[in-house]
């Protein structure tokens, strides 16, 4: 069987290096072939993006310079309608009937799992890899919906992730990325010492490409 193609979905509003960082972290530690970040059209659990979807890819095309292992699918933007996981999963699953797929998420992403539309078919399509992110600790044992799941599918030895297409979960501790994409926009809504404030958080093209395109400058949002 071939080695799991890894897959980080977000609204990238702007990428950063907390993304860039466990995308690459995962890829590296699991072994996988190639991560793609794949940036949401209209995202079904949040407020729309502030960036257009074309500057959000465009400031993603400027990140992944720096990151050769990492790749760019924009079929969540192509497609219409609401940027379901489960879909994406299929035509991925379509497209490579035999190749593992590993769907990276942060800590704070998995534990609202539940809310997904048609969430436990992501299984059945995908393993879940699992990156800690500073502000929401991996969970010993979440409670409720996810808690069966859990107890079933959590691996220990990412061999497990090529040896079977779907259906695990796995727990990777990244080096914790104190970076969040809100943090950034806020600080950027507040003029040039915000502009100083996140460098560092994001490749330096994408922060000029930011400058150059005014983004984020008057909107400070509570998202
Ligand atoms: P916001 O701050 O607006 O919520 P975000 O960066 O968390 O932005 P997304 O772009 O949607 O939002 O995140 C995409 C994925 O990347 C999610 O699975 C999220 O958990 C993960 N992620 C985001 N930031 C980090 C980080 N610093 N470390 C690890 N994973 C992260």
């Known amino acids: 069987m ?53 500057h959000r890819v465009a400031m993603l095309e400027l990140a992944l ?15 219409p309608g609401k940027s379901y996981t489960v ?27 539940p809310t997904w539309h048609r969430w436990t078919e992501i299984f059945d399509l995908a393993h879940v890899v699992v990156v800690t992110r500073p502000d929401a600790p991996l969970p010993a ?9 859990w107890a079933q599918r959590l691996q220990r030895d990412p061999a497990a992730l090529e040896s079977r297409l779907a259906g695990a ?24 010492s915000g502009v100083e404030a996140v460098r560092g958080m994001v490749p330096p093209a994408v922060l000029a490409y930011i400058d150059r395109n005014q983004l984020y400058r008057s909107r400070p949002d509570a998202t």
């Open 2 to 54: 071939s080695s799991a193609l890894g897959l980080l979905g977000g609204t990238f509003d702007p990428v950063h290096y907390g993304h860039l960082r466990a995308a690459d972290a995962a890829r590296r530690a699991l072994h996988l072939a190639e991560v793609r970040l794949l940036p949401a059209g209209d995202p079904p659990h949040r407020a729309a993006p502030v960036a257009t979807a074309a």
């Open 65 to 79: 310079a720096e990151f050769p292992g990492l790749a760019l699918d924009t079929r969540e933007i192509a497609r």
């Open 87 to 113: 879909i994406t999963l299929g035509e991925l699953r379509a497209e490579a009937p035999l190749r593992p797929l590993a769907l990276i998420v942060g800590a704070d992403a998995f534990a609202g799992l």
């Open 141 to 149: 044992m979440p409670d409720g919906p996810l808690a069966e799941h």
């Open 169 to 192: 979960i796995f727990v990777l501790p990244v080096p914790p990325q104190p970076v969040s994409a809100t943090a950034i926009r806020r600080a950027l809504a507040a003029g040039a």
